[in-house]
């Protein structure tokens, strides 16, 4: 089992890579315990991109890891995007909680959070101080998903 996390950019977006096989609840907690120890050195909360691409996830415990993964991500995230899972933990993580942002890959996840930052910084600049609500995140996510097809 392998965790790493790394700056990817200059801008602040951080990656959490995983090469591992969760099988049972033994191999969950080794993962967990490997994440904390990653994310350890932050002294800030950060954008975090998850890669679950070299996940193996036993299905059983599917619904259990995206648990674990959004308590201990989630926290330590300004904004986490997750990518590449398959259609079983994809099908896990919208099932263990709702509003999970789950991309196909790395380069739509790095779209949605630069359309993200963009607005926030005309709102900064403009003086608004909105908040987008989620409707209105979700909507921007598929224009977003529909442009590049």
Do not use: C
Not at 19 to 30: F, R
Not at 41 to 54: A, E, K, M, T
């Amino acid at each position: 089992m392998h965790v790493r996390l790394s700056k990817d950019r200059e801008d602040g977006v951080w990656t959490l890579y995983t090469q591992a096989s969760i099988l049972d609840a033994a191999d969950l907690v080794e993962w967990r315990e490997r994440i904390v120890v990653a994310l350890e050195p932050l002294d800030q909360r950060i954008d975090l991109l998850l890669d679950l691409s070299g996940l193996t996830l036993h299905p059983g415990i599917a619904s259990l890891f995206a648990l674990v993964a959004s308590d201990e991500l989630a926290p330590r995230a300004k904004q986490l995007f997750h990518y590449g899972a398959s259609p079983g933990t994809a099908a896990a993580f919208r099932l263990a909680y709702s509003y999970v942002r789950l991309y196909e890959n790395r380069e739509e996840a790095l779209d949605v959070l630069d359309a993200i930052r963009r607005d926030r910084l005309l709102l900064r600049r403009s003086g608004t101080m909105l908040s987008p609500s989620a409707s209105d995140r979700q909507m921007l996510e598929v224009s977003i998903r529909e442009k590049k097809r």
